[in-house]
T-cell receptor, first 118, second 110 residues
Framework: NAGVTQTPKFRVLKTGQSMTLLCAQDMNHEYMYWYRQDPGMGLRLIHYSVGEGTTAKGEVPDGYNVSRLKKQNFLLGLESAAPSQTSVYFC?????????????????FGAGSRLTVL | GEDVEQSLFLSVREGDSSVINCTYTDSSSTYLYWYKQEPGAGLQLLTYIFSNMDMKQDQRLTVLLNKKDKHLSLRIADTQTGDSAIYFCAESKKDDKIIFGKGTRLHILP
């Protein structure tokens, strides 16, 4: 049982290049999230999705785009990478603790993708 | 995120209890969570508490929730070296966002 798989695990980009991070989950979870983790900043929510074909902005969405064309995949794109986007990116998917209760979501995280923008 | 605040560091002697505190701002948050992150790994759920509860106990872990003060704490009894990690408090909002604090790094002293 793979859980949440992120690819690639490491990537180095030059300023202005584009790339896509892929998150795949095999747990049939409805909700998926992208976070970035920076020293002293904790985890900040970039974008999230509450189901196939839906996306919504989080706390720090600027400079990123996402797509959820299939339920099991959530893609995070950087159209023109900047050094400020150097970070560790975590994807998570969630199931509901209590069906129909807003906010009752337990996250399962991937192992992270370390991105460096030079 | 600014919605959830935690102190950044805590040092505790092995065998003592650790208490990690968190404050949040959204009174409509329905669930509050504690996650643990070990070096080089993603986060793992430790425990959660529903907003209409004031305490939850799970083996060595005790969660206390003061909804009036929007204060959450995690107590780890008999702290062991394996408890050394970063602990994140998180709140779940009605729009399905899950917002994390900056994390508290727990250091265990011999």
């Amino acid at each position: 049982n793979a859980g949440v798989t992120q690819t690639p695990k490491f990537r180095v980009l030059k300023t202005g290049q584009s790339m896509t991070l892929l998150c795949a989950q095999d747990m049939n979870h409805e909700y998926m999230y992208w976070y970035r983790q920076d020293p002293g900043m904790g985890l900040r929510l970039i974008h999230y999705s509450v189901g196939e074909g839906t996306t919504a902005k989080g706390e720090v969405p600027d400079g990123y785009n996402v797509s959820r064309l299939k339920k099991q995949n959530f893609l995070l794109g950087l159209e023109s990478a900047a050094p400020s986007q150097t970070s560790v990116y975590f994807c998570a998917s969630s199931y509901s603790i209590w069906q129909g209760t807003p906010g009752a979501n337990v996250l399962t995280f991937g192992a992270g993708s370390r991105l460096t923008v030079l | 995120g600014e919605d959830v605040e935690q102190s950044l560091f805590l040092s505790v002697r092995e065998g003592d209890s650790s208490v990690i505190n968190c404050t949040y701002t959204d009174s409509s948050s329905t669930y509050l969570y504690w996650y643990k992150q070990e070096p080089g790994a993603g986060l793992q759920l430790l425990t959660y508490i529903f907003s209409n509860m004031d305490m939850k106990q799970d083996q060595r872990l005790t969660v206390l929730l003061n909804k009036k003060d929007k204060h959450l704490s995690l107590r780890i009894a008999d702290t062991q070296t394996g408890d050394s990690a970063i602990y994140f408090c998180a709140e779940s909002k009605k729009d399905d966002k899950i917002i994390f604090g900056k994390g508290t790094r727990l250091h265990i002293l011999p």
